[in-house]
């Protein structure tokens, strides 16, 4: 018997502790900053309470369904009122579900106020969504990316879950996330680091993170943002203070030689073979590897008049968008170089053998 007991309380113990419950794919990930571990255990402490409540109510059914059966002659007791019980259980029975109520309310409202506070940052990330990829600006490094989805095979464990540019932040420091939107409604939610907001074109909304542990963390848009929303993983890649200082150092490095390339004069198979990759990565979801598009839904570019017409009406198409549609306005999303690489791309591949070519000065000189 005792020991019955024993093995019973040591698997409880090993069902109700932390980590095993992190671990249960079924429960909420693992927290990994101070907010996302207030939300996980306000999570469980309801969920037991929840699961409490649900036990009582049940053995009391059980317990009256079967000692109060017709079948022995029972009936039903009139004078339920005139008992003390019946008396007073109008009173103490919302007593227990208020006190109930205030115990939850009361743990909640401390992790309210933080999520609601504006500590000072030592970094801020500024996080725009649009369809459908993120971008990545870090307001005080000057560092600004793109994070696309990575291409992977279905059977890859991290399939539709991986991007190409991961956001890299710093352990043990205070993160502030800025977010946006430059088309619809999207939500940057990575659930073990960071609490969830909209993301709203026009308005800036603030997140906050102290995230304690280095690692790889992923997460989704939350936010149903049309047809691409499932292809807009998020995966967050945090690091020591000193990887951290040398990835930024690396970044500015990489923007210095991108300014160095925008000024310099491009050959035409150099732009084609870099605007190729950018298409393959970007424009390829609507417009199809072939550039024909899918009809009725997104037009083609093999063929297209934008596309061998003049070269300004080209830009215009690509740097600026089309209101009312999907065609977004990549002047934001993307650099000098990338822009003039994809549209003389655009303008040489498949029948479209314009021969002509877009340099990245007369980018910068159209913006
Ligand atoms: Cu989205």
């Given at each position: 018997?005792?020991?019955?007991?024993?093995?019973?309380?040591?698997?409880?113990a090993t069902l109700f502790s932390t980590s095993a419950l992190a671990e249960y794919?079924?429960?909420?990930?693992?927290?990994?900053?101070?907010l996302t571990r207030e939300i996980f255990d306000l999570h469980m402490l309801t969920t037991y309470i929840a699961v409490i409540i649900m036990?009582?109510?049940?053995?009391?059914?059980?317990?009256a369904l079967f000692k109060f059966r017709k079948s022995t002659g029972y009936e039903a007791d009139?004078?339920?009122?005139?008992?003390?019980?019946?008396?007073?259980?109008?009173l103490f029975v919302p007593v227990i579900v208020l006190g109930i109520d205030l115990t939850i309310a009361g743990?909640?409202?401390?992790?309210l106020a933080k999520i609601e506070s504006h500590p000072d940052a030592d970094v801020t990330v500024k996080v725009t969504g649009s369809q459908w990829k993120w971008t990545y600006e870090y307001m005080d490094e000057g560092i600004r990316f793109n994070s696309n989805l990575k291409k992977l095979d279905p059977s890859d464990e991290h399939y539709l879950r991986d991007v190409d540019n991961p956001l890299v932040l710093p352990v043990g420091?205070?993160?502030r996330f800025l977010h946006t939107a430059?088309?619809?409604?999207?939500?940057?939610w990575v659930p073990?680091?960071?609490?969830k907001k909209d993301s709203i074109p026009g308005y800036i909304i603030e997140t906050h993170a102290k995230i304690d542990r280095e690692g790889v963390f992923r997460g989704q848009c939350a936010e149903n943002c049309g047809t691409g929303h499932a292809y807009m993983p998020i995966v967050v890649k945090v690091v020591s203070a000193d990887e951290y200082t040398a990835w930024v150092a690396a970044q500015q490095e990489v923007k210095l030689a991108k300014a160095a390339s925008a000024d310099k004069v491009w050959t035409l198979d150099d732009l084609y073979a870099k605007g190729e990759e950018i298409y393959n990565s970007v424009c390829v979801a609507c417009h199809q590897l072939n550039g024909m598009g899918i009809p009725g839904t997104f037009p083609a570019i093999n063929g297209s008049p934008v596309a061998t017409g003049d070269k300004a009406g080209h830009m215009d198409r690509v740097m600026n968008g089309v209101a009312g549609t999907a065609m977004a306005a990549y002047a934001f999303q993307m650099d000098d170089v990338d822009l003039a690489a994809v549209i003389t791309y655009q303008r040489n591949a498949w029948d479209n053998k314009t021969g002509d070519m877009v340099q990245p000065a007369e980018i910068k000189a159209a913006r």
């Open positions: 018997m005792i020991r019955i007991y024993t093995s019973a309380m040591a698997m409880l794919a079924l429960n909420l990930p693992e927290p990994n900053s101070e036990a009582i109510v049940t053995a009391i059914i059980v317990y009139q004078k339920f009122h005139e008992g003390w019980f019946g008396r007073w259980s109008w743990s909640a409202t401390g992790t420091k205070q993160v430059t088309d619809v409604l999207h939500a940057w073990s680091i960071a609490f």
